[in-house]
């Protein structure tokens, strides 16, 4: 086979390295929450993060209750947080990206994605939002991290479940 405009390889190194942004130059940060997003969106940055040759940062945040202190052991949580790590790492593993699980605790999630991008300098966080009803509430987090991420944010939302209407 002759490729006159050259390899798939270099296609697809250009792509993803595109896709992080002109002249970028760090990694890729995948925020884990449990929503069904999560596998499409590890499986996306594992495969920019490769052709790239990038690492890829799989951030699972714990917001610790006020009335807490802010190390306090959280072991249900914890548990939950290592089990979708874990999956998420399982992915990276096939795909053959070099992936870095993070577990982080604090009372608010969206400052703590922002200063995990900050401190590894990703150049891209992606970002899932499964809504429950056709409200357009965003929350709090990502509106936050669109506000205040220091790199390219994608937002992947997956839309509100249909209605379905019972036949009479």
């Known amino acids: 086979m002759v490729h006159l405009w050259g390899s798939r390889a270099k296609e697809e190194t250009v792509m993803s390295k595109s896709a992080l942004g002109e002249g970028a130059t760090g990694d890729i940060e995948v925020v884990i929450c449990g929503d069904k997003l999560d596998y499409n969106l590890v499986y996306l940055a594992c495969q920019m993060a490769k052709g790239a040759k990038r690492k890829v940062h799989l ?3 714990i917001e610790v209750p006020r009335a807490l202190p802010l190390k306090a052991v959280l072991t249900e ?3 939950r947080a290592d089990k979708l790590l ?8 096939r795909v053959g990206c070099e992936a870095i699980p ?3 605790q604090a009372r608010d999630a969206g400052p703590a994605i ?3 991008a900050r ?5 891209l966080i992606l970002i899932g939002l499964v809504r429950n009803s ?3 509430d965003l929350g709090k987090t990502v509106p936050y991290v669109l506000a205040n991420a220091p790199c390219r ?4 939302q997956d839309p509100a479940p249909q209605k379905v209407m019972a036949q009479v």
């Open 134 to 136: 056709n409200r357009t």
């Open 86 to 93: 874990n999956s998420a790492m399982e992915i990276a593993q």
């Open 102 to 104: 993070e577990i982080v």
């Open 119 to 123: 401190d590894h300098h990703c150049a």
């Open 59 to 61: 951030v699972h945040v």
């Open 153 to 156: 944010v994608w937002l992947v």
């Open 77 to 79: 949580e914890s548990e």
């Open 114 to 116: 922002v200063d995990e």
